[in-house]
């Protein structure tokens, strides 16, 4: 196996990434390509302990800025790290990519330049949550605005693969997120996409509710870009602002005091449960071949984990189940097919 | 002062209502109307110790169900306590009126018979969130699913007189629930209405994203009601997923375990923080007259702080300064002004 890794555009730079791809490549077996600048990629590898055979190098001069138009830079940067991985994705040259970059950038990548499944109108990016059960598969996790009823219930049919290859889920409960648990509920998105949903094949509970998505009610949950990206950001802001509430009531007393320096181990569990970075990355569902977008923040650990799960994901042959599914039930037809 | 009580279509039935009133009757001096059914209202009345000038019954025979189509309900059903109240509020015999019913009927009732202030095309239910600087004006919290960006104006107009009047804001923080802090970013809605605000004679700050939504970083934040709905959903999730994981780990070894029983109180208040049923009950900012909605599973405590905040708001005059503010700065027209 053979998994690019663009080592360019992670707020914590070139380094991050690279030990943390090396670290990876000490458990598990395959070959990385790292995508950058050599110079700064080559003095990295030497005396990292990993067999030469194992490490190359495919050079790229520049990045993608999150504050660039993606589809633009994806078109002219011709020499950034991301459209030269990419093009190598496409050409067959590895498995699987791995970027920290621009999410923008990395979608309009996958529909550009990696390319669609056949029957396919929109790569979203996946979440897997945490939950008692296991974790549930959330998508689009923001990369989609504007998503038709359509691309929902094509969202679902890649979800359900995923929670049954990736998850090992038997019969994948599927739900869409809405603002009430009865039919009828919600905007006129949602209303058609559960109008779709309950006609299609797939295992479709209904209706989910944003204060179920953390409670195992379903194995997969659908939403438009933007509704989860809302999800997910109030997930990271309110438990920041619970954790900092009850550390400063915990100080208010030395009673409470005492209580809270015995209770941190509890903490720090909670803490890693819902630390994005320990999730490593997310894979692009529905392009042509695996595409992982890694947490722009991420630390060496975030991308080693990272590299796993794309590992896994290729393992699995996720796409290829996905690509089955499509062709034995079809999809419906999307509004604007681009 | 005199307000209308709904004594219909809670989940906890007639007496919490009235309970609840009545406690807040024997606190601050106004009147009140109880619609409902006599033979249940009557005798609940009867030895509370409240002086019988300042209640009196107004006869209703049903309630609409969270089931039925609340516009068609709301036309159709002249006998229920929901549209018995709103009428007597029209035609001026009260100074307010507040339901724990069904939202979308208390909606469609506030549209279509307590009629709304010119210019407006919307309402919207409006929640202060609990933050370190004394709380959000956040709308729309849930009532209005596919609002235009024309919509998300006017809310933001209302939502900043809310915040002067009862916040006691100068110059109130305005922002856009979106998925970016950069302009351009979000959905057409979102950038549409980023376009409108910034235009306009408003404190706009520009973008908000849901992870600060607890943090004090507006003093008002609007939003679709699909959108609302899930920010605020997620919060009531995530705090009840957090206190679980918190008590589990803490649970899991006896040192943990005495910490735990030493920081019980600080779980107390954290609870208190976000138990929406001390929020008592949220305004329907845009109609002509005060009409607020309690939580459907409200106890008499959160009956008691509705009633507290309907007649804050009456005070305050807050609808006047609305509708004053609209004529003075006007409002962009509305694609669908129905």
């Known amino acids: ?44 590898l030497k005396g990292s302990g990993i067999d030469e055979d194992r490490v190359s190098v495919l050079p790229a001069a520049t990045s993608i800025l999150n504050t660039e138009d993606p589809a633009f830079a994806i078109r002219r940067k011709k ?20 970027s920290a970059g621009s999410t923008g950038a990395i979608l309009a990548g996958g529909l550009f330049i990696v390319k669609r499944i056949p029957g396919i109108s929109r790569a979203a990016l996946t979440l897997v949550l945490p939950t008692a059960g296991g974790g549930t598969v959330f998508l689009d996790a923001g990369a989609n605005m504007d998503t038709t009823p359509e691309y929902l219930y094509q969202f679902a049919t890649m979800g359900a693969v995923y929670a049954e290859k990736v998850l090992k889920r038997e019969n994948p409960r599927v739900g869409l997120l809405n603002v009430g648990s ?45 509704a989860g990206n809302v999800a997910l950001k109030t997930i990271e802001g309110v438990v920041a602002v619970v954790m900092n509430t009850l550390k400063g009531e915990i100080m208010n007393s030395t009673r409470t005091k005492i209580g809270g320096a015995l209770v941190r181990p509890a903490f720090g569990k909670l803490k890693e449960t819902f630390d994005y970075s320990e999730f490593g990355a997310a894979p692009l569902l529905g392009t042509k071949k695996p595409v992982f977008k890694a947490h722009g923040s991420s630390n060496a650990r975030a991308i080693e984990t990272g590299t796993y799960a794309l590992l896994d994901f290729i393992e699995n042959g996720v796409i290829e189940s996905i690509a089955g599914e499509i062709e034995r039930r079809g999809v419906r037809p999307a509004h604007d097919d681009q």
Request: charge should be negative; proline fraction near 2%.
């Open 79 to 98: 020499d950034a790290s991301l459209v030269v991985g990419m093009k190598a994705l496409a050409d067959g040259e590895a498995d699987g990519f791995l």
């Open 182 to 226: 009865e039919e009828g509920k919600g905007d006129k998105r949602a209303r058609e996409a559960y109008a779709l949903l309950k006609e299609g094949t797939g295992h479709f509970i209904g209706n989910v509710e944003a204060k179920e998505i953390l409670t195992d009610v379903a194995d997969v949950i659908v939403c438009d870009g933007f």
């Open 1 to 44: 196996m053979k998994v690019l890794i663009d080592t360019m555009g992670a707020d914590r730079g070139v380094e991050t990434v690279v030990v943390g791809a090396l670290e990876a490549m000490r458990h598990r077996d395959f070959e990385a390509v790292f995508v950058g600048v050599p110079e700064e990629i080559e003095p990295l």
